[in-house]
Structures are given as structure tokens and as C-alpha cells.
């Protein structure tokens, strides 16, 4: 699971406290919450999301690759993603140069509404978000920002305590870390197929512990893996389970 705890180091950074700095573990923000509609609160699970609005997460850390991201959002679930790498070596000397990217994404309705009444409830982020404190290590410079018709805002910061603001640092994480496990099984479908078995086995780990979110974005390279005669039995069929666990696939 090699690739799994580097790729959360990469995208998450450690948590460390106090004498933990001598234990190093990657972890993200808090736990992922499982269901969604538990973040905002009874209150506010049955409001509207504005029809036009904006929500923007930046990350930046220049000892990672990427070295810095940035995810767009719209209500209706259209969003873009760009990245750029930084002058960080990759994790291992073996591992896959790194790559920027810079593509068009979707976001599940259940989780993009929760997502935007976060921002709401948050105020549009017109506060402070950060509560780290000296004993929390770097993680990551991030930033939310959000604009709509009656709020905008925008907060930076490296640890925050508040449980929404965990749960959509958590599922904007997840989102960039399925795009680089896209981009890494894109390269590999093309140079060694020997290894996409091992690269889904991490990709399917981190998706079912929350460490990777909405994988339909990354729909087109697990189609072309499952069609491909050449690539071996056991990846296809975890490329296609893949599949089967996305939204567009449920709604079939």
C-alpha cells in the first residue's frame, strides 16, 4: 500500500502534535463523513442552492507534487481543475514524472449541494477558518473562497477544527486525488500495463476509505482499461468495479 500512503501524504500532508512530530502518519483533515447530508444540519438540508454561484478551493505546499491545485465549482456541477507541478522531486526515484493538469470536472448533486450550503452556513467563508495553532504541523496552504448572490468570502488556512470545513476539505482533496490516480493509470495504460493492476488495487483502497471521491470524472481511462485485451484479467475487472460504484452507474 505503498502508493495509497504517499498519495495521501502528497495530497493531505500530516497532522502532527506535540511529540507526534517524531511519528510522521498521513492523514487527512478528520474522518470523511459518510453521509453527506449530516454535515449542514437539519436546519438547512432542505434549502436551495443559488442557482448562480461559485466555490473555489486553492491548495498550495512546494515540498508536494502537484505543488499547487485549484478546484472550481458550480451549483450545477460543472467545475474545472488545474494543476502545476513544483520543483519537489516525485516521492521515489521509480515513481512517474509529475504532471500539471488542467481539465473540466462534475460533481454528484448530493455532494455538490452539500458543498455549497457548507459555504452558506460558513458564511460564505467571510471568516476565520484556521485554528491549527504552532503545535499542528504544515499541511498545506489552503484557501476557500466562494461568491453567490447575497454572500462572498474567503478563508486561508493550514489546520481548521470546524467539522464542515473538514468534511469539504475532504471531499475536495478527494476529488484531486482521484484526477492524479487518472492521470497516473493514464500514463501507465499507455507505458506499462503491467502495472495498472497494482495502481487500481490503491485507487480502489483509497476510494473505499473516503480518500478518494467522485471517481466519474475519471470514467474514460477505466472504459478504455476494461475494453483493453491486453491488459490483464484481475485490472479489468477492478477498473470495472470501479465503474459500478459511481452515481452515473447507480442511476442505471
Same mark, same amino acid.
Given at each position: 500500500?505503498?502508493? +495509497?500512503? #504517499?498519495?495521501?501524504?502528497?495530497?493531505?500532508?500530516?497532522?502532527?502534535?506535540?511529540?507526534?512530530?517524531?511519528?510522521?502518519?498521513?492523514?487527512?483533515?478528520?474522518?470523511?463523513?459518510?453521509?453527506?447530508?449530516?454535515?449542514?444540519?437539519?436546519?438547512?438540508?432542505?434549502?436551495?442552492?443559488?442557482?448562480?454561484?461559485?466555490?473555489?478551493?486553492?491548495?498550495?505546499?512546494?515540498?508536494?507534487?502537484? +505543488?499547487? &491545485?485549484? #478546484?472550481?465549482?458550480?451549483?450545477?456541477?460543472?467545475?474545472?481543475?488545474?494543476?502545476?507541478?513544483?520543483?519537489?522531486?516525485?516521492?521515489?526515484?521509480?515513481?512517474?514524472?509529475?504532471?500539471?493538469?488542467?481539465?473540466?470536472?462534475?460533481?454528484? +448533486?448530493?455532494?455538490?449541494?452539500?458543498?455549497?450550503?457548507?459555504?452558506?452556513?460558513?458564511?460564505?467563508?467571510? *471568516?476565520?477558518?484556521?485554528?491549527?495553532?504552532?503545535?499542528?504541523?504544515?499541511?498545506?496552504?489552503?484557501?476557500?473562497? &466562494?461568491?453567490?448572490?447575497?454572500?462572498?468570502?474567503?478563508? *486561508? &488556512?493550514?489546520?481548521?477544527?470546524?467539522?464542515?470545513?473538514?468534511?469539504?476539505?475532504?471531499?475536495?482533496?478527494?476529488?484531486?486525488?482521484?484526477?492524479?490516480?487518472?492521470?497516473?493509470? *493514464?500514463?501507465?495504460?499507455?507505458?506499462?500495463?503491467?502495472?495498472?493492476?497494482?495502481?487500481?488495487?490503491?485507487?480502489?483502497?483509497?476510494?473505499?476509505?473516503?480518500?478518494?471521491?467522485?471517481?466519474?470524472? #475519471?470514467?474514460?481511462?477505466?472504459?478504455?482499461?476494461?475494453?483493453?485485451?491486453?491488459?490483464?484479467?484481475?485490472?479489468?475487472?477492478?477498473?470495472?468495479?470501479?465503474?459500478?460504484?459511481?452515481?452515473?452507474?447507480?442511476?442505471?
Amino acid at each position: 500500500m505503498l502508493r +495509497a500512503f #504517499i498519495l495521501t501524504l502528497l495530497l493531505t500532508g500530516a497532522c502532527l502534535c506535540g511529540q507526534a512530530q517524531e511519528n510522521p502518519q498521513p492523514a487527512q483533515e478528520s474522518s470523511p463523513t459518510p453521509d453527506p447530508s449530516a454535515v449542514v444540519g437539519p436546519a438547512f438540508r432542505d434549502e436551495t442552492v443559488p442557482a448562480v454561484a461559485t466555490l473555489m478551493f486553492k491548495f498550495e505546499n512546494p515540498q508536494l507534487q502537484p +505543488a499547487k &491545485y485549484q #478546484i472550481t465549482l458550480h451549483p450545477d456541477g460543472s467545475g474545472h481543475f488545474v494543476s502545476a507541478v513544483g520543483s519537489a522531486p516525485p516521492p521515489d526515484i521509480a515513481d512517474l514524472p509529475p504532471e500539471g493538469q488542467d481539465r473540466d470536472i462534475t460533481v454528484s +448533486a448530493p455532494v455538490r449541494k452539500q458543498m455549497f450550503l457548507v459555504a452558506v452556513k460558513e458564511h460564505g467563508f467571510a *471568516t476565520k477558518c484556521d485554528t491549527g495553532g504552532s503545535k499542528v504541523a504544515f499541511q498545506g496552504t489552503k484557501t476557500l473562497v &466562494y461568491q453567490g448572490p447575497d454572500l462572498k468570502g474567503a478563508c *486561508t &488556512y493550514n489546520y481548521s477544527s470546524d467539522q464542515k470545513i473538514q468534511w469539504l476539505t475532504n471531499q475536495l482533496l478527494g476529488i484531486a486525488a482521484t484526477l492524479e490516480e487518472g492521470r497516473r493509470l *493514464t500514463v501507465e495504460h499507455t507505458h506499462g500495463r503491467l502495472t495498472l493492476d497494482a495502481e487500481l488495487e490503491t485507487l480502489a483502497t483509497m476510494v473505499k476509505e473516503g480518500q478518494a471521491t467522485e471517481v466519474e470524472n #475519471i470514467a474514460p481511462i477505466l472504459q478504455t482499461i476494461v475494453a483493453d485485451e491486453n491488459v490483464m484479467t484481475r485490472a479489468r475487472r477492478r477498473a470495472q468495479d470501479l465503474l459500478d460504484s459511481t452515481p452515473a452507474s447507480a442511476a442505471h
